[in-house]
C-alpha cells in the first residue's frame, strides 16, 4: 500500500499557533518535507520532534517532488509543509501535491494558519468573497501594470517584502485613490503585531511614523471597489486598445463614441492608465 501525503499548515510566528493534530501528524510521518530544514527545526524542536526532513524548494521542487514520490510508493507517510503558514499558498508543493495525485497517493490537508486568512479576518471588509493576489511583481512597471487588474468588487490580499513595501503603497494609491481604505497588517502573531485600517492616502505616512514598520512581513488587503457592469468592462478593454495608438484624450474621446460612456470618465481612467 502506498503512504499519505499530509499537506500540514504550520504556525506563521506563534508557534502555539500549532494544532494538535499537525503536531501529532508530524510526529507520525516518516519524512517532513519543508520549505527550508533550518526554519522547520525550530518547530520541530520546540515539539521534540526528529522526524527526518528534506529540502523541498523552488529551486529543487520538481526532482525533489519525484524522490518523495517514490517513497509514498514504497509505503511511507509523509508531511509536507513550509516555513510557515499553508503549503502551496504563495509557497512551494503544489508540484508535489499534483504529482501525488497522478500516482494515485491520498492526499490529506490539515488545515492551520494562513496569513491571507488571518488578514481577512481582521480587515473588516464585509464581502462574499475575495481575491488572493499573493505578491506583485517587483519591477516597479510590471508591478503598476499588475495592479490595473486588481480594480475589483471584493477585497484584495497581497503579499509584500519590507524592502519594497514603501514603493507598492505609492502604486496602489497612485492606482486606487487617496481615499480607498487599505488594511495594513504586519508581522501577524509576532511579538511586534500590527494590524491597521486606514485610507491609501495616510498609509505612507503610517509606514514612516516608526522606523520599525518598514521591517518584518506584510499582508495588504485593499478594500472592495465599486461593482462594475459589463458595459464598464468593456469600455476599459476599448479604451486599453486605443491607448495603444492614441493619446489619452483622444483615445477617451472615440471610447466615447463607440461605448456611449462620457468622455470626462473614460478621459480620468485613460490618465489613470497612462501613469
Same mark, same amino acid.
Given at each position: 500500500?502506498?503512504?499519505?501525503?499530509?499537506?500540514?499548515?504550520?504556525?506563521?510566528?506563534?508557534?502555539?499557533?500549532?494544532?494538535?493534530?499537525?503536531?501529532?501528524?508530524?510526529?507520525?510521518?516518516?519524512?517532513?518535507?519543508?520549505? *527550508?530544514?533550518?526554519?522547520?527545526?525550530?518547530?520541530?524542536?520546540?515539539?521534540?520532534?526528529?522526524?527526518?526532513?528534506?529540502?523541498?524548494?523552488?529551486?529543487?521542487?520538481?526532482?525533489?517532488?519525484?524522490?518523495?514520490?517514490?517513497?509514498?510508493?514504497?509505503?511511507?507517510?509523509?508531511? =509536507?509543509?513550509?516555513?510557515?503558514?499553508?503549503?502551496?499558498?504563495?509557497?512551494?508543493?503544489?508540484?508535489?501535491?499534483?504529482?501525488?495525485?497522478?500516482?494515485?497517493?491520498?492526499?490529506? %490537508?490539515?488545515? $492551520?494558519?494562513?496569513?491571507?486568512?488571518?488578514?481577512?479576518?481582521?480587515?473588516?471588509?464585509?464581502? $462574499?468573497?475575495?481575491?488572493?493576489? $499573493?505578491?506583485? %511583481? /517587483?519591477?516597479?512597471?510590471?508591478?503598476?501594470?499588475? =495592479?490595473?487588474?486588481?480594480?475589483? %468588487?471584493?477585497?484584495?490580499?497581497?503579499?509584500?517584502?519590507?524592502?519594497?513595501?514603501?514603493?507598492?503603497?505609492?502604486?496602489?494609491?497612485?492606482?486606487?485613490?487617496?481615499?480607498?481604505?487599505?488594511?495594513?497588517?504586519?508581522?501577524?502573531?509576532?511579538?511586534?503585531?500590527?494590524?491597521?485600517?486606514?485610507?491609501?492616502? *495616510?498609509?505612507?505616512?503610517?509606514?514612516?511614523?516608526?522606523?520599525?514598520?518598514?521591517?518584518?512581513?506584510?499582508?495588504?488587503?485593499?478594500? %472592495?471597489?465599486?461593482?462594475?457592469?459589463?458595459?464598464?468592462? *468593456?469600455?476599459?478593454?476599448?479604451?486599453?486598445?486605443?491607448?495603444?495608438?492614441?493619446?489619452?484624450?483622444?483615445?477617451?474621446?472615440?471610447? /466615447?463614441?463607440?461605448?456611449?460612456?462620457?468622455?470626462?470618465?473614460?478621459?480620468?481612467?485613460?490618465?489613470?492608465?497612462?501613469?
Amino acid at each position: 500500500m502506498t503512504g499519505t501525503l499530509y499537506v500540514v499548515a504550520t504556525p506563521i510566528g506563534n508557534l502555539a499557533d500549532a494544532s494538535p493534530r499537525a503536531i501529532e501528524t508530524l510526529r507520525a510521518v516518516q519524512v517532513i518535507a519543508c520549505e *527550508d530544514t533550518r526554519t522547520t527545526r525550530t518547530l520541530l524542536a520546540h515539539y521534540g520532534i526528529r522526524a527526518r526532513t528534506v529540502a523541498l524548494h523552488e529551486h529543487n521542487e520538481r526532482a525533489g517532488a519525484q524522490k518523495l514520490i517514490a517513497e509514498l510508493r514504497q509505503g511511507k507517510n509523509i508531511a =509536507l509543509v513550509s516555513d510557515a503558514g499553508t503549503p502551496a499558498l504563495a509557497d512551494p508543493g503544489a508540484w508535489l501535491v499534483a504529482e501525488a495525485h497522478r500516482a494515485g497517493i491520498a492526499v490529506s %490537508p490539515l488545515p $492551520g494558519p494562513s496569513a491571507a486568512a488571518a488578514a481577512i479576518s481582521a480587515c473588516g471588509f464585509a464581502a $462574499g468573497r475575495f481575491l488572493f493576489a $499573493g505578491f506583485l %511583481p /517587483a519591477q516597479p512597471a510590471a508591478r503598476r501594470k499588475a =495592479l490595473e487588474a486588481l480594480d475589483l %468588487p471584493w477585497p484584495v490580499v497581497l503579499y509584500e517584502a519590507p524592502h519594497r513595501i514603501g514603493a507598492t503603497l505609492q502604486d496602489l494609491q497612485a492606482r486606487f485613490g487617496l481615499e480607498r481604505e487599505i488594511v495594513i497588517a504586519r508581522e501577524l502573531s509576532k511579538k511586534f503585531e500590527e494590524v491597521a485600517r486606514l485610507p491609501l492616502g *495616510d498609509a505612507p505616512g503610517w509606514l514612516a511614523a516608526r522606523a520599525h514598520r518598514q521591517q518584518g512581513e506584510f499582508v495588504l488587503v485593499l478594500a %472592495p471597489g465599486e461593482e462594475r457592469t459589463a458595459e464598464s468592462i *468593456d469600455a476599459e478593454r476599448v479604451l486599453g486598445v486605443l491607448l495603444e495608438a492614441l493619446a489619452p484624450s483622444e483615445a477617451a474621446k472615440l471610447a /466615447a463614441r463607440i461605448t456611449g460612456l462620457p468622455k470626462s470618465e473614460l478621459y480620468r481612467r485613460a490618465l489613470e492608465r497612462a501613469k
